[in-house]
């Protein structure tokens, strides 16, 4: 956004024009990522969101130049990153939610998107910080690649540490839940369900 209105000077408008395709991949990527879940685990498919979203930022860094060519140099970085969050945000959040306690899961459940915002709001800050004030074009390229490059690597990172998420096997049934033929656990069923769920809600 700063980049389009800044840099480029688009209006508001087009600036939010053009940034939409990223968002609207979202909500079919995150309805698709559980079947995806179910079938490979929660963090090869957490991992190929992280590492997809870097690749769409630092294509930013390495492509967007002073000269507006939105179709070439912007849209396919933007397309990645939809694709990434897509991805990775509810199977991550899923992921946390089914590693609770049943009678942890309300105040588990609130933590996590806490903790989820919390961190979009200091990644922000710390981006602004590395972009500091603008000191015309060419300088702010400079300063926007820097921030790329920062948010490519930290893309990155979250796909090596996605990687350590395992499968939660159901335990087996015990007591009345065993004589009723059902688990009380939480295994990766659950975690491609509440993906599932996480991306009907982000369609909403």
């Given amino acids: 956004m700063?980049?389009?209105?800044?840099?480029?000077?688009?209006?508001?408008?087009?600036t939010g024009l053009a940034l939409a395709p990223g968002p609207l991949m979202v909500?079919?990527?995150?309805?698709?990522?559980?079947?995806?879940?179910?079938?490979?685990?929660?963090?090869?498919?957490?991992?190929?969101?992280?590492?997809?979203?870097?690749?769409?930022?630092?294509?930013w860094a390495t492509q967007v130049g002073l000269r507006p060519h939105y179709v070439t140099r912007l849209l396919p970085g933007m397309?990645?990153?939809?694709?990434?969050?897509?991805?990775?945000?509810?199977?991550?959040?899923?992921?946390?939610?089914t590693a609770l306690p049943p009678?942890?899961?309300?105040?588990?459940?609130?933590?996590?998107?806490?903790?989820?915002q919390i961190g979009a709001v200091l990644g922000v800050a710390i981006l602004v910080s590395i972009l500091g004030p603008a000191r015309g074009p060419a300088a702010?390229?400079?300063?926007f690649q820097h921030a790329w490059v920062a948010t490519g690597?930290?893309?990155?990172?979250?796909a090596?540490?996605?990687?350590?998420?395992?499968?939660?096997p159901a335990p087996a049934p015990t007591g009345a839940a065993a004589a009723a033929g059902a688990s009380p656990g939480t295994g990766i069923?659950?975690?491609?369900a509440l993906a599932d769920a996480a991306g009907e809600l982000d369609t909403a």
């Fill in 27 to 59: 909500p079919a990527l995150a309805i698709g990522a559980g079947p995806m879940v179910r079938r490979v685990g929660p963090g090869p498919v957490a991992a190929l969101g992280n590492i997809t979203l870097g690749t769409g930022v630092v294509l």
């Fill in 160 to 168: 090596v540490a996605s990687v350590a998420l395992r499968r939660q």
């Fill in 140 to 143: 702010a390229l400079t300063a």
């Fill in 79 to 97: 397309l990645l990153g939809g694709i990434g969050v897509g991805l990775a945000l509810p199977t991550l959040i899923a992921a946390a939610a």
């Fill in 153 to 158: 690597i930290i893309g990155g990172v979250a």
């Fill in 103 to 116: 009678q942890r899961f309300a105040t588990g459940s609130g933590v996590v998107n806490m903790a989820r």
């Fill in 189 to 192: 069923d659950d975690v491609g």
């Fill in 2 to 14: 700063l980049w389009c209105q800044q840099v480029w000077g688009y209006s508001a408008l087009r």
